[in-house]
């Protein structure tokens, strides 16, 4: 949007590859966090330049990708359904967080999703109503039998489960001020982990320690703690 300048100032600041980052007409899309007294998070969603995704912006992303690379979604965007079965088309890896999760997300075909990184509640709303993590587990292997899934818990860690692979990983307990963020630092650690080859059980234990760390701070971009402090906080 117009006021997107702060955004790509943000990206210049952390080294976030830019290139393909337009900007248009209208506001950029923003949300208001709310934080009650046990640091959780209640969060409103304005969707803004987020809902303005064309066929042809997304062709002309997608068009220098190829078989094996690794497309990152989530349900703040328009488009959803095209650019799943385009990256698709390709042979990428499509991970998806589908967060918010709404009617929207019934037209995406999630066979075609590699990799679901989701939480509790959204486990719940795809497996129609479990609450047990082993039960959404088992019922997401069920409905996905190719994909990778990886379920966070809050404060009681996190689950993976692939074919006949599954691990748990606990939590780092620390004293929570802001967990927004939380799980958007869990996703880029985890994803990180599985480009570098590194694993399972090592990327979740990376991905847990950063993931406490940065609700250990207040904040969104501010809190996610860079590579070389949650190696040397593991060590």
Known sequence: GEDGQPFLDICQEYGVHSQYIRKIEGRTGHTIIQIDKNAQNCILLFGGANQMLTENYVDE???????????????????????????????????????????????????????????????GQITGGLTNPDEVLAKMQEMFPHAKIVLTLGKDGAMYAEGNQKFYQPIFPVKAIDTTAAGDTFTGYFLAGLCEGLPIPRILEISAKASSIAVSRQGAVPSIPSRDEVLAALI
């Open 61 to 123: 992303v997608l068009k220098d990708f190829e078989a094996g690379d690794l497309l990152l979604l989530q349900n703040e965007v328009n488009m959803l359904p095209y650019i799943v079965d385009q990256a698709y088309a390709k042979g990428m890896q499509i991970a998806l967080n589908p967060s918010p999760f709404n009617e929207k997300l019934k037209e995406v075909d999630m066979k075609k999703i590699s990799i679901f990184l989701l939480n509790e509640v959204e486990g």
